[in-house]
């Protein structure tokens, strides 16, 4: 049986006070793909416990059945809102880490050394290493035991600069996460139409540019776990 380890925020809110949080469908459709496998699943965040909801992701045009199920099922919100801390979890092996989006991962995922400790341990492992949207901020500072950075040289997505634009939060995010990851001389791939579905595989590490690209990605995954 695989096991899965899906890091989510604990964030609630941008330093001006706006809401924000986990981008439920960039939980959801991994988790379900999961589910379905009958494979082990662990929810863990930074701190533990409570897992704010990013109320933009709740809206009809992009809440999708998936989501909207697993948003109404009491079981799955109450094990959102009990998850575990990372420090519960850093020394558990896993076949799979996922770092799920959300706005609010630009605050508590890129700057936190357990994040890092898990997701750099878990790469040189030759275990997958998965990360969507702003969640991929969370692999930023993430170094390799021999100091280097894990996702220097490598290919990848990740939300982009016009599509903060498109989601009117380019006033709201702490930094550029394009242009951050660029920083770290990344071989940067977006889609060619704005808030459409992109994935990128490069050997362990798999990538999503957005919340439109929640299913692609889980596909994606789920077909890199089958092989191992």
Not at 31 to 54: F, L, M, R
Not at 137 to 151: E, F, H, M, R, V
Not at 165 to 190: G, H, Q, T, W
């Amino acid at each position: 049986m695989k096991k899965l380890l899906l890091i989510v925020t604990n964030v609630g809110h941008y330093a001006s006070g706006l809401d924000t949080g986990l981008w439920l469908s960039e939980l959801t459709h991994i988790y379900h793909t999961a589910k379905e496998k009958n494979w082990n699943v662990t929810i863990a965040s930074p701190k533990g416990g409570e897992v704010p909801i990013d109320p933009e992701s709740l809206k009809p045009l992009v809440l999708d059945k998936v989501s909207k199920d697993y948003y109404e099922s009491k079981d799955f919100m109450d094990e959102l809102n009990h998850s575990k801390s990372l420090s519960e979890v850093q020394n558990e092996s896993f076949d799979c880490v996922y770092l799920a989006g959300g706005h609010a991962t630009m605050y508590d995922f890129p700057d936190n050394a357990t994040l890092q400790s898990i997701v750099s341990h878990q790469y040189e492992s030759g275990k997958i290493v998965s990360a969507i949207c702003h969640g991929v901020g969370g692999l930023l500072n993430a170094k390799l035991s021999d100091g280097t950075y894990l996702i220097n040289g490598k290919k990848l997505t990740g939300f982009d600069w016009f599509e903060e634009s498109i989601a009117r939060r380019k006033r709201e995010v702490p930094f550029n996460l394009e242009a951050s990851l660029k920083e770290r001389d990344v071989i940067y791939d977006k889609a060619f139409i704005p808030m459409t579905s992109k994935v990128v595989v490069d050997g362990n590490l798999i990538t999503g540019q957005n919340p439109f690209s929640s299913k692609e990605i889980a596909k994606v995954i789920t077909r890199e776990l089958e092989m191992r």
